[in-house]
C-alpha cells in the first residue's frame, strides 16, 4: 500500500474497516482537517538505562511533532495491548488494530561502544500488515533531540508524500526589558518546537527583521548599534558576520531570493522609499521600483522570476507584484483594510500577509494572482508571518491586547491548528531555517 496515496482518503473509514481495503476520496489538506490519521508511538526501547531514557525521549518528541501538525493524531499509549519487545520483529497486527491506529511506530536506541548512540525505527502499516519504512541513526548521546525531529520528518514524509519541516530552526528578536526605546532586542535561535533556545552571538545590539536564507544557515538583519542602520549577513554555524551595507533610512532587511545569490531590499532614496536587488557576490545594487509612493516588504517567488511587494501608490497600503526586473506592476489585494509584509510561499502557491481591518491585525494568505484570499488568525497584533520550508505551516508574532509583549505563535492552513511557541522572554520577528542538512 501506498502511504501517501492513503493519507489523501477518507482516513476515518479507512482504518474502521474491517479489511485493509481504502475508498479512494481525496482530501485537500490545506483545508479543514478533522479526521487526523491516528499512529501508534510507543516508547523506543533499549536495554541499559540510558538507552530507555533517550528512547522514552525520542518517541515523545515524536509524539509532539506529528501532534502539532494536526495531520496526525497519537493514539493512548495506555490503549497499548503490546509492549515492543524487539524492534526488528514484525509485530502482532492484530493488537495494534484494536487500539484503531492505522501507522505504528517502533524503535531501538543502543549505545555503541565508541560512544555514539544508535537510534533506529520501523514505520509499520497497520491495516496492511507491512512495512512502510526503516531507518537508523548513529550520533552522539547529546544530539537525540535533533535525531527525534529527523525521524518525524522522515515519518511525516512517508504518510503525506510531501517534506517534513521538524529538523529546522526558528530566529526571532528577543525583546527584554520596558518598552520604548530602552527595551533590550537580541537575537535568539531555537528548533522550531521552541527547544534549544540560546542568544546569537552576532556582536551587534537593537537588531531587528531576521530573514533566513533558503538554501543555507545564513541571514540577514538589521542593528542600530552606530545609531544608524546597518545590514549584516551572519553565518550561523561560523559566527561569521559581515556588513552588507548602510542604507540610511532602511524599511526592512533584505529578503534572499531562491538561489540565495542576491537580496531584494528598500532603500530610502531622498525621501522616498524603492525596492533595489543586491548581487551578494558583486554588491551591485540595482533599483526596481520607481514611484513617488511607499514600496517595501519585497518577496521572491518560487521560481525567482517575481516579487511580491507591499506600496501605498493606490492611496492605501496593498500587495503588488512584478517581474524581477521591476516590470509588469499589477495590483493583486482586493479585500478592504490594508496590506503589509506579504512573503511568498516557499511552494510558489500562496502569499501569506498581514491585514488590517479597523483596529484589529490578523495574518491571512492569497494565491499569487489575490485570488482566494483567506486569513488564518485575527487579534490586536498578529504580524510578521514566516513560512515553514514546506509551505504548510506559518509562524507570526501576536500582542494579545495593549501594552502586552509580543509572543511567537504558529498557524498551519487549515486556520484551525493556531498554537503559541514557548519562548524564554518576549518574542518579535520570526525567521524559518530550511530543513537542516
Known amino acids: 500500500m501506498n502511504f501517501a496515496k492513503a493519507f489523501v482518503i477518507a482516513i476515518a473509514a479507512a482504518f474502521m474497516a474491517a479489511a485493509p481495503a481504502r475508498a479512494e476520496l481525496e482530501i485537500d489538506i ?5 479526521n487526523p ?21 525520542v518517541a515523545e518528541v515524536i509524539r509532539a ?30 493488537d495494534w488494530k484494536v487500539t484503531q491506529a492505522q501507522a505504528l511506530v517502533v524503535g531501538q536506541s543502543t549505545l555503541l561502544p565508541d560512544g555514539r548512540l544508535r537510534i533506529e525505527f520501523r514505520l509499520w502499516d497497520v491495516f496492511g500488515e ?18 527525534a525531529h529527523k525521524i518525524s520528518d522522515e515519518i511525516y514524509k512517508r504518510l503525506t508524500g510531501e517534506e517534513g519541516y ?17 527595551r533590550v532586542k537580541q537575537l535568539m535561535i531555537m528548533d522550531q518546537d521552541g527547544a534549544n533556545p540560546s542568544i546569537l552571538q552576532t556582536g551587534a545590539a537593537q537588531v531587528i527583521t531576521p530573514r533566513f536564507s533558503p538554501t543555507a544557515q545564513q541571514i540577514t538583519f538589521m542593528s542600530f548599534e552606530t545609531g544608524r542602520p546597518r545590514v549584516f549577513l551572519y553565518n550561523i554555524d561560523t559566527g561569521r558576520r559581515e556588513v552588507l551595507g548602510e542604507f540610511s533610512g532602511m524599511s526592512y532587511a ?21 525596492i533595489h536587488r543586491m548581487d551578494l557576490r558583486s554588491r551591485t545594487v540595482t533599483r526596481l521600483t520607481n514611484n513617488p509612493a511607499i514600496d517595501t516588504s519585497p518577496s521572491y517567488s518560487k521560481e525567482g522570476d517575481l516579487i511580491v511587494f507591499n506600496s501605498d501608490r493606490g492611496g492605501s497600503r496593498q500587495i503588488y507584484t512584478m517581474g524581477a526586473d521591476g516590470g ?34 490578523g495574518i491571512g494568505v492569497m494565491r499569487p494572482d489575490g485570488s482566494g484570499e483567506r486569513m488564518l488568525s485575527e487579534s490586536y497584533l498578529d504580524e510578521g508571518p514566516t513560512w515553514s520550508p514546506n509551505g504548510r505551516v506559518i509562524m507570526f508574532f501576536r500582542e ?10 504558529s498557524v498551519d492552513l487549515t486556520g484551525q491548528n493556531l498554537r503559541q511557541v514557548q519562548t524564554p522572554a518576549d518574542g518579535s520577528d520570526p525567521a524559518w531555517s530550511p530543513l537542516l542538512p
Request: net charge positive; charged share 20%.
Open 254 to 274: 533584505p529578503r534572499f531570493s531562491p538561489r540565495g545569490d542576491s537580496v531584494v531590499l528598500t532603500l530610502d532614496l531622498n525621501g522616498n522609499s524603492e
Open 30 to 34: 490545506t483545508r479543514g482537517h478533522l
Open 37 to 57: 490519521m491516528p499512529v501508534a508511538v510507543p516508547d523506543f526501547i533499549g536495554t541499559q538505562a540510558q538507552e530507555v531514557a533517550v528512547g522514552r525521549q
Open 400 to 409: 494579545a491586547r495593549p501594552g502586552a509583549g509580543p509572543k511567537l505563535w
Open 328 to 361: 509588469n506592476v499589477q495590483r493583486i489585494s482586493t479585500g478592504e483594510g490594508s496590506y503589509t509584509t506579504p512573503v511568498w510561499s516557499p511552494r510558489g502557491d500562496l502569499i501569506a500577509f498581514t491585514k488590517q481591518v479597523g483596529g484589529r491585525f
Open 65 to 94: 511533532n506529528l501532534t502539532r501538525s494536526s495531520l496526525f493524531r497519537i493514539t493512548d499509549p495506555a490503549a497499548y495491548l503490546a509492549q515492543v519487545a524487539e524492534v526488528n520483529t514484525q509485530p502482532r497486527f492484530s
Open 166 to 182: 521538524f529538523d529546522t530552526r526558528i530566529v526571532f528578536v528577543s525583546e527584554s526589558g520596558p518598552r520604548g526605546a530602552r
Open 130 to 147: 507491512s512495512e512502510a519504512l526503516a531507518r537508523f541513526y548513529a550520533t552522539t548521546p547529546e544530539n537525540w533531540r535533533r535525531v
